[in-house]
């Protein structure tokens, strides 16, 4: 056998093992198949897949049943008809709905922006600067996250008695910008663990000063876990409930405060017309900051 033939049989004996080349019939040569998708078809239906799809069901179920019951013709669970009754009751006859909605989304914007702020600066002061309680001032910023709401409510109850704050939409303020102060600092502290201060150090290098390095140099890198941590306070901010009934006071009502005081007269279907409407404004929102993140991500 002539060295040619030898050289034939080693490449098919080291081929055939693996998988990885097969003859594609009409083409000129071999084409590569990866690893992962040689047995991918005996994993279709595998057991991690099948509670994958029963988690989604059991996440999304109560939504479908909202927004389906939201063009019933009548309050009760009986279909009677596909109607758009309760959008018309949404639109133009809920003033008071509508202004718990503009009270939530009043605070959640405004407690965002400054917990966003905050947490930031805190995020950046605490990796970048080195001091003696560091170490104490991480642990102490993630605790209202492991204390319970009911916790954090009432201290938060008792401390704006204590000075004498009388209870509306600043101490709700007050209250959300300070639960989700730990949210925004995680999500940034996360973006700077990544982060290549030896870019900070070029900076100064080149004449910029501390400022000039923050606005300039740290805050564009880092601006997808800062809107990460913003889009995360918004989020908390509307729908909490346990902080905001301790420390809401006469016409601070929210969203989440005045569909509990609906339950005793029984929830109306226009709730549900509502939830519709918030699910299909925060998909658009979502997919506007998708986008934005993802050209912030590629620009940085």
Do not use: C
Not at 8 to 31: A, D, F, M, N, Q
Not at 113 to 129: D, E, N, Q, R
């Amino acid at each position: 056998m002539n060295g040619k033939g030898q050289e034939r049989i080693v490449k098919k004996k080291r081929l055939e093992p693996s998988r990885l080349v097969e003859e594609h019939k009409g083409s000129s040569g071999p084409y590569r198949i990866p690893r992962n998708q040689v047995f991918q078809d005996h994993r279709k239906f595998g057991f991690s897949n099948i509670m994958l799809v029963l988690v989604i069901l059991f996440l999304f179920m109560p939504l479908f049943v909202v927004i389906t019951y939201s063009f019933n013709a009548t309050r009760g669970m009986r279909w009677n008809g596909f109607s758009l009754v309760w959008y018309e009751k949404l639109f133009f006859d809920s003033k008071e709905l509508w202004r718990a909605f503009g009270n939530s989304f009043i605070i959640a914007i405004t407690s965002s922006l400054v917990a966003t702020i905050l947490g930031s600066l805190a995020a950046v002061g605490i990796k970048w600067y080195k001091f003696k309680s560091r170490a104490y001032i991480q642990t102490v910023s993630f605790l209202p996250m492991v204390l319970p709401e009911v916790i954090i409510g009432i201290s938060m109850l008792i401390f704006f008695t204590a000075v004498r704050i009388p209870l509306g939409m600043f101490t709700i303020f007050v209250a959300h910008t300070t639960f989700n102060l730990p949210f925004v600092f995680l999500l940034v502290s996360a973006r700077l663990d990544e982060f290549d201060f030896s870019i900070i150090e070029a900076a100064r290098d080149l004449g910029a000063t501390e400022m000039q390095t923050l606005v300039k140099v740290i805050i564009p890198s880092i601006m997808p876990g800062v809107m990460s941590g913003m889009l995360m306070a918004v989020t908390m901010s509307l729908e909490d409930f346990v902080i905001t009934f301790f420390v809401s006071g006469p016409g601070s009502a929210t969203l989440p405060l005045y569909v509990y005081s609906m339950i005793r007269y029984g929830v109306s279907p226009v709730i549900n017309a509502l939830s519709l409407v918030l699910i299909l404004g925060i998909m658009l929102i979502a997919l506007l900051f998708r986008r934005f993140l993802k050209t912030i991500a590629a620009s940085s």
